[in-house]
């Protein structure tokens, strides 16, 4: 089992950033990939981005692109998500997820085994 805790959302001005961190515990050398999903109200469930395991490879929605960074400290066995230029339609709960089953992409909610609580981001215009 992989436990995930997820931690840093609030409110934020439109045009301001927020960082997001997630740990995780357990059975961590089971991860292949860590992912942020975020999920607004009335709305699905969408990806965000995603990073290896080993931290070297990074992925990102169109919406995230240019935006928002991923990134991994190994020895705190956390990955944070900085969001900088938020938008209010950046307001959702946002959701960090790990997948230990290997598939190479880790876009898809389904590739992902274990979910944090979630965390609520909220940007005010």
């Known amino acids: 089992q992989v436990q995930l805790i997820e931690s840093g959302g609030g409110l934020v001005q439109a045009g301001g950033s927020l960082r997001l961190a997630c740990a995780a515990s357990g059975r961590t050398f089971t991860i292949y990939a860590m992912g942020w999903f975020r999920q607004a109200p009335g709305k699905e469930r969408e990806f965000v981005g995603r990073?290896?395991?080993?931290?070297?490879?990074?992925y990102y929605a169109d919406s995230a692109l240019g935006r928002f960074t991923i990134s991994r400290d190994n020895a705190k066995n956390a990955v944070y998500l900085q969001m900088t230029s938020l938008k209010p339609e950046d307001t959702a709960v946002y959701y960090c997820?790990?997948?230990?089953?290997?598939?190479?992409?880790?876009?898809?909610?389904?590739?992902?085994?274990?979910w944090g609580q979630g965390t609520q981001v909220t940007v005010s215009s």
């Open positions: 990073i290896t395991w080993s931290g070297r490879r990074t």
């Open positions: 997820a790990a997948a230990s089953s290997y598939s190479g992409r880790y876009y898809y909610e389904y590739e992902y085994n274990y």
